[in-house]
């Protein structure tokens, strides 16, 4: 943090609720090649992304409507890099953060049920389904140079 310090402009550009498919048409806006290269970029996407299909049940199908396929997000988070790479001279540095845990009984307890007429109620976001797109992260974070 010292090194940085009074020398660097932070730059937030975080988009709640966004998933990678919503991002891409973004991208030439956010990373335009005739700018100078930022000097780290920091990425998070996949929280959002790894929502499950539908039907989950106990909720409406919109409730899903943030998921992106696991092979379009690692394509999508692919492009997100590759536009990085060609911004600027191309020295940005990125740093790749995988979408948190999730805690699944917690998060099944904060969630309400978006649909009522169904008895049963599971949770749109889990652990083991979000644990997919962090690998999908770590696999596009080792192609980069």
Not at 45 to 49: E, H, L, M, V
């Given at each position: 943090a010292n090194y940085y310090q009074r020398t660097a402009d932070i730059v937030l550009r975080g988009y709640n609720g966004y998933n990678t498919?919503?991002?891409?048409?973004?991208?030439?806006?956010?990373?335009?090649?005739?700018?100078?290269?930022?000097a780290l970029v920091i990425i998070q996407?996949?929280?959002?992304?790894s929502a499950r299909p539908p039907p989950v049940p106990g909720h409406l199908p919109a409730a899903s409507r943030q998921r992106v396929p696991i092979d379009e997000f690692e394509s999508n988070l692919s492009a997100v890099v590759n536009t990085i790479v060609n911004c600027g001279a191309g020295t940005a540095k990125m740093l790749i953060l995988a979408p948190l845990p999730v805690d699944?009984?917690?998060?099944l307890?904060?969630?309400?049920?978006?649909?009522?007429?169904?008895?049963?109620?599971?949770?749109?976001?889990?652990n083991a389904h979000t644990g997919e797109y962090a690998s999908a992260c770590v696999r596009v974070g080792s192609r980069m140079e």
């Open positions: 498919n919503w991002l891409m048409p973004l991208l030439p806006k956010l990373f335009p090649l005739n700018r100078a290269a930022p996407f996949g929280t959002n992304d699944d009984a917690a998060y307890k904060m969630q309400p049920k978006t649909d009522t007429s169904s008895a049963k109620h599971e949770s749109i976001r889990t």
